[in-house]
Nanobody, 115 residues
Framework: VQLQASGGGLVQTGGSLRLSCAASGNIFSGNLMGWYRQAPGKQHELVAV???????RYADSVKGRFTISRDNAKNTVSLQMNSLKLEDTAVYFCLLNTRYGDTYWGQGTLVTVSS
């Protein structure tokens, strides 16, 4: 399984960005896709995850601002980020977690929010 993320960049506070991630390979149902991020000097943290069937989960810090969506037929997951804040600056990683417990990561895409 390979994940290819795109869509990062530089944006001013209050702006929007959309991240996308496409998974390829042998992908079976019962998986979970989503996004984590790592800010400078901080630990990896969950941003949003979405199972192919079920309820999505968001970090409290992004609720109401970020929206995760996925296309199960295309094995893609997107993250619409609105009202961006300085503290959203981070490298964002997409992931796919299979029903067998394997986790695959994308290469990371940098989001920089400036004032």
């Amino acid at each position: 399984v390979q994940l290819q993320a795109s869509g990062g960049g530089l944006v001013q506070t209050g702006g929007s960005l959309r991240l996308s991630c496409a998974a390829s390979g042998n992908i079976f149902s019962g998986n979970l896709m989503g996004w984590y991020r790592q800010a400078p000097g901080k630990q990896h943290e969950l941003v949003a995850v979405s199972p192919d069937v079920g309820i999505t989960r968001y970090a409290d810090s992004v609720k109401g601002r970020f929206t995760i969506s996925r296309d199960n037929a295309k094995n893609t997951v997107s993250l619409q980020m609105n009202s961006l804040k300085l503290e959203d600056t981070a490298v964002y990683f997409c992931l796919l977690n299979t029903r067998y417990g394997d986790t695959y990561w994308g290469q990371g895409t940098l989001v920089t929010v400036s004032s």
